[in-house]
């Protein structure tokens, strides 16, 4: 019994062998004389949404396996492809060649040191923007503001007011808004507090939403964003440049004919009559 087993498991591992040396052309199925290849499987699971390659493998592979399989046997029943079924497989070679050459270029053009000069041209010589922290208390009317402005002078506590008096979300705060930077407030507020110094009050400024009277707090420069939390957005920089220059040096190097504005009538475009012709 143990030389048989031993005979077992060694007749096992030889047919185990083949499965770990499969390849792109290794052929899962072969319908009317044309292979179907592991190969093809890939690409087309490549493609799939991504609700589709949630499925288990073996679900997977039997789906695609038939999709091919059916596909390919649909396929051998055509003898020569008709006009529009040409010119479609002319175009998907086109924009697949096309396609192929542009992944390679954008994946390509994303380095460590593209990203280094990247970020610097961005970010390392920039003057920083500014952000500012502030408080605020919104009424009605500009003599309500100038009012206050008054008690503020007189030694009040910006805070006790704007918690008494200011119809803003922010009134039982204090007043206080945190930090904000440019573009994230109306333009008149924005205005308003850029001029102050820290620790002076405004006079009356007026916004769609009332009167206000402002204090500026704090204020500091912004802190450039690490190269990590940019990485993304300089990658996707980096590719489009490539791509735009790479198609600029390919159509001014090509031999390019066209026929001159107004030589074809561009309505033809719209006539579907001529792909049966």
């Given at each position: 019994?143990s ?5 077992t498991?060694?007749?096992a591992l030889?047919l185990?062998?083949?499965a ?8 899962v199925?072969t319908?009317n ?7 093809h499987m890939?690409v087309?699971q490549?493609r799939?949404?991504d609700?589709?390659k949630e499925l288990?493998?073996?679900v997977?592979f039997?789906g ?7 596909q390919t ?17 002319d175009?998907?070679r ?9 992944d390679?270029k ?8 593209a990203?280094q000069?990247a970020y610097?041209?961005?970010?390392a010589?920039a003057?920083?923007e500014m ?5 605020h208390?919104?009424?009605?009317t500009e003599?309500?503001?100038k009012?206050l402005i008054?008690?503020l002078?007189?030694?009040a506590?910006f805070?006790t007011?704007a918690q ?6 922010s ?6 808004l945190g930090w904000?930077g ?8 924005e ?6 110094k820290v620790?002076?009050?405004?006079p009356p400024?007026q916004t ?7 204090i500026l707090?704090?204020s500091?420069?912004?802190a450039?964003?690490s190269?990590d939390?940019v990485?993304?957005e300089l990658?996707?920089?980096i590719r489009?440049?490539a791509?735009?220059e790479?198609v ?14 107004g030589?074809i009538?561009a ?8 792909l049966?012709?």
């Amino acid at each position: 019994m143990s030389k048989l087993r031993a005979t077992t498991a060694a007749l096992a591992l030889l047919l185990a062998g083949p499965a770990l040396a499969q390849t792109a052309d290794t052929v899962v199925a072969t319908v009317n004389g044309t292979d179907i290849t592991l190969g093809h499987m890939i690409v087309l699971q490549q493609r799939l949404p991504d609700q589709y390659k949630e499925l288990p493998d073996q679900v997977l592979f039997d789906g695609i396996l038939e999709q091919l399989i059916q596909q390919t046997a649909l396929g051998s029943q055509v003898g020569e492809l008709n006009k529009r079924a040409q010119l479609i497989m002319d175009n998907e070679r086109r924009a697949l060649l096309a396609g192929d050459v542009i992944d390679q270029k954008a994946n390509g053009a994303v380095t460590d040191d593209a990203l280094q000069a990247a970020y610097d041209a961005v970010y390392a010589t920039a003057e920083g923007e500014m952000e500012y922290q502030a408080s605020h208390i919104l009424v009605e009317t500009e003599d309500e503001a100038k009012a206050l402005i008054g008690q503020l002078n007189g030694g009040a506590d910006f805070a006790t007011l704007a918690q008494e008096k200011s119809t803003g979300p922010s009134g039982p705060n204090g007043g206080a808004l945190g930090w904000f930077g440019p573009g994230m407030m109306v333009p008149e507020f924005e205005q308003a507090v850029m001029a102050l110094k820290v620790g002076e009050i405004s006079p009356p400024v007026q916004t769609q939403f009332g009167w206000h009277v402002l204090i500026l707090t704090d204020s500091r420069p912004k802190a450039a964003p690490s190269l990590d939390d940019v990485r993304e957005e300089l990658s996707d920089g980096i590719r489009q440049q490539a791509v735009e220059e790479m198609v600029r040096q390919a159509t001014e190097t090509a031999k390019i004919t066209r026929p001159d504005s107004g030589t074809i009538d561009a309505a033809m475009l719209r006539n579907a009559d001529l792909l049966t012709q």
